[in-house]
């Protein structure tokens, strides 16, 4: 009888076990939505001797707007290149770039950084852009 009486213990925690596993196993996953790789331009400008200016774009807008914009200055002597300004794009996508003096003889070139965003109620990603050089 004991043994009876074991054997049915185990037989209903058994069938507890695969119940709740089956449960567990048929509850619906999360899906994980994938976001679009998006592509960007970047332009830059000298349009007087303390200021540069250019514009980044993309096809999707959050791209383009509060941007992360590097411009970067090598020196034509030495070939060292050094971090010159870090600024946020405006809403349609310029930037303005200030100088205290005018600005040395060299190459300059801009980079709107690589950035993952949510936009369109999923992650996005926008793809980093180089500008073409500005020698002088």
């Known amino acids: 009888?004991?043994?009876?009486?074991?054997?049915?213990?185990?037989?209903?925690?058994?069938?507890?076990v695969l119940g709740l596993a089956g449960a567990v196993a048929g509850a619906k996953k999360k899906k994980k939505r994938k976001g679009q790789v998006w592509g960007s331009q970047i332009t830059l400008a000298h349009p007087s001797a303390i200021q540069f200016t250019g514009?980044?774009?993309?096809?999707?807008?959050?791209?383009?707007?509060?941007?992360?914009?590097?411009?970067?200055?090598?020196?034509?002597?030495?070939?060292?290149?050094?971090?010159?300004?870090?600024?946020?794009?405006?809403?349609?996508g310029r930037y303005v770039v200030n100088l205290t003096q005018p600005a040395f003889s060299g190459t300059y070139q801009a980079q709107a950084a690589h950035e993952r965003i949510r936009a369109r109620k999923a992650p996005q990603t926008c793809r980093e852009a180089t500008s073409n050089a500005i020698i002088f």
Request: hydrophobic share 50%.
């Open 55 to 92: 514009r980044v774009s993309s096809k999707l807008a959050a791209c383009h707007k509060q941007r992360l914009v590097n411009v970067f200055y090598t020196d034509t002597a030495s070939g060292k290149t050094a971090l010159l300004s870090v600024q946020r794009t405006d809403g349609k």
């Open 1 to 16: 009888m004991v043994v009876l009486r074991r054997a049915g213990v185990v037989l209903v925690i058994a069938m507890l």
